[in-house]
């Protein structure tokens, strides 16, 4: 008997995807109804089995994700029965590419520079690749590279180079993945009467109420799927004419509510307080929820990891928001400049033009924005960092285990504190802050510890010299009069 291996590994470009890969693997992060490594597992059913290739500092907090049991080994492969092993890359979004056979000869597979695949069928140079996995996967790619591989160039393949690549490619994946996954007429959850749901049946638009909607829903008519313990109170309007509505387990959509298709609402575990409500939410066409949020206001085209907080009024567009952040009431981002050029990205010490007219903002875990909070397009904040609203625009870049207020950005608080008050967040959704969710953000704030103090530093000079100028302007004009 032969085994063939499924291996999704992280290479050395995820660091374009913080901040939400500072403290996650890349393959987890949401596309369509999905994570990534989700959406490569379930369209390759050939694999014998399947594990992970990340940075070592993630490990431990990968396997407590429950995403498998084999993470940066391969003591499950057997050398006396291998025969092939397929590593592919966790930056693909498997919904929109086109996927490698598991089987085939030895080949790397590159795009652009980037490897998408490795086709491997000798146990030794698998094994030789085991040994140079660090924290930042250069090693890990430098060595893939330089095995007796042959390499060819391949198209098809539909990479995550930038959060707004997740971001703006969403609503065509949850289509892709609603007609792969959803079965609506499995739909167990209840359109109460007063709702509405707007579809487009036999070429004709029309608004049903909730008898005629949840029929035709049962009889897969329409791109609609209600999952367990889900509700959709009166007043709330479902419209699924411009893309399905995957609306998962245990899920309160409150009045009055919008919802626009294609979307998605991840399921949730129906246990205390691991649900998700939507309350008074216009949610727009192309978002996907992760599970346990809670959201009103209007959101537009965007992700949201999970266990977030958006409850108020407020508009976030063309966005990626991590893990328990919180959005204050009125705290709103722009994702069109008024010119409607395409907007510029600060990545990696960079400013990265996205070559899109709208592009939001992009919001690391344990992040907070208070109330009436504004951003302008392309921000991105760090993790465990606070906004505060002070009449001016925090800078485009905002670091992380920073805070900001007034104009001024300093270096936040103890990681210690940080650390007490993500305790008692967490512990608000049932949720325990572990050992190795400690160890990684203590990693994480050591990794990011000399750029946060530069950019403090930059930051608050580049503002003394606006004041100094100021200063010496009014002193010009005074002694004129």
């Given at each position: 008997m032969?085994?063939?291996?499924?291996?999704?590994?992280?290479?050395?470009?995820?660091?374009?995807?913080?901040?939400?890969?500072?403290?996650?693997p890349a393959f987890e992060l949401l596309c369509g109804m999905k994570p990534l490594w989700e959406n490569i597992i379930k369209r390759m059913p050939d694999a014998g089995s399947f594990s992970y290739i990340c940075r070592d500092y993630l490990k431990d907090v990968a396997l407590q994700h429950k995403i498998g049991t084999q993470?940066?080994?391969?003591?499950?492969?057997?050398?006396?029965?291998?025969?092939?092993?397929?590593?592919?890359?966790?930056?693909?979004?498997?919904?929109l590419s086109e996927l490698p056979e598991i089987d085939g000869e030895e080949v790397i597979g590159l795009q652009d520079g980037a490897i998408a695949y490795a086709r491997i069928k000798n146990y030794g140079k698998l094994a030789s690749l085991m040994d140079s996995i660090s924290d930042d996967q250069n090693q890990f790619?430098?060595?893939?590279?330089?095995?007796?591989?042959?390499?060819?160039?391949?198209?098809?393949?539909?990479f995550a180079n930038y959060l707004w690549n997740l971001v703006l490619a969403n609503g065509e994946a949850i289509e892709a993945d609603f007609k792969f996954y959803a079965k609506p007429e499995e739909s167990k959850g209840v359109i109460e009467n007063g709702a509405f749901v707007r579809a487009k049946v036999d070429g004709k638009i029309i608004s049903y109420g909730a008898e005629e909607a949840s029929k035709l829903m049962?009889?897969?008519?329409?791109?609609?799927?209600?999952?367990?313990?889900?509700?959709?109170?009166?007043?709330?309007?479902?419209?699924?004419?411009?893309?399905?509505?995957y609306i998962g387990a245990h899920i309160d959509v409150r009045p009055p509510s919008l919802i626009?298709?294609?979307?998605?609402?991840?399921?949730?575990?129906?246990?205390?307080?691991?649900?998700t409500i939507i309350d008074g939410g216009l949610i727009r066409s192309g978002c996907t929820l992760g599970p346990v949020c809670r959201?009103?206001?209007?959101?537009?085209?965007?992700?949201?990891?999970?266990?977030?907080?958006?409850?108020h009024a407020g508009f976030i567009g063309h966005a990626y928001l991590g893990e328990w952040v919180n959005v204050g009431a009125m705290a709103t981002n722009s994702d069109l400049k008024n010119d409607l050029s395409d907007v510029k990205v600060p990545v990696n010490n960079q400013i990265v033009d996205s070559g899109d007219l709208?592009?939001?903002?992009?919001?690391?875990?344990?992040?907070?924005?208070?109330?009436?909070?504004?951003?302008?397009?392309?921000?991105?904040?760090?993790?465990?960092?606070?906004?505060?609203?002070?009449?001016?625009?925090?800078?485009?870049?905002?670091?992380?285990?920073?805070?900001?207020?007034?104009?001024?950005?300093?270096?936040?608080?103890?990681?210690?504190?940080?650390?007490?008050?993500?305790?008692?967040?967490?512990?608000?959704?049932?949720?325990?802050?572990?050992?190795?969710?400690?160890?990684?953000l203590e990693k994480v704030y050591e990794m990011v510890e000399a750029e946060r103090n530069d950019e403090v530093d930059k930051h608050n000079r580049r503002v003394d010299n606006e004041i100094f100028k100021l200063i010496k302007q009014y002193e010009k004009e005074k002694a004129k009069k």
């Open positions: 032969t085994n063939k291996y499924l291996i999704i590994f992280e290479d050395n470009l995820v660091s374009n995807l913080n901040p939400l890969t500072l403290t996650r993470i940066n080994s391969i003591e499950h492969v057997h050398e006396s029965t291998f025969d092939n092993a397929l590593l592919i890359n966790g930056r693909i979004i498997a919904s790619i430098e060595k893939m590279m330089s095995i007796d591989v042959p390499k060819k160039e391949i198209k098809g393949i539909k049962k009889e897969g008519k329409i791109g609609l799927y209600i999952g367990e313990g889900t509700k959709i109170f009166p007043n709330v309007t479902i419209d699924i004419t411009g893309g399905p509505a626009d298709g294609p979307c998605c609402m991840m399921d949730n575990e129906g246990t205390s307080k691991k649900t959201v009103g206001g209007e959101l537009e085209e965007s992700i949201i990891q999970g266990y977030t907080n958006k409850h709208k592009v939001g903002c992009f919001i690391g875990d344990h992040t907070k924005l208070g109330i009436g909070a504004l951003l302008t397009t392309g921000t991105v904040v760090g993790i465990m960092t606070n906004v505060l609203s002070s009449g001016d625009l925090p800078p485009q870049y905002v670091p992380s285990f920073c805070f900001y207020r007034e104009n001024r950005l300093s270096k936040g608080f103890r990681v210690k504190t940080l650390l007490e008050t993500a305790e008692r967040v967490m512990s608000r959704r049932n949720v325990k802050l572990t050992e190795a969710d400690c160890k990684m």
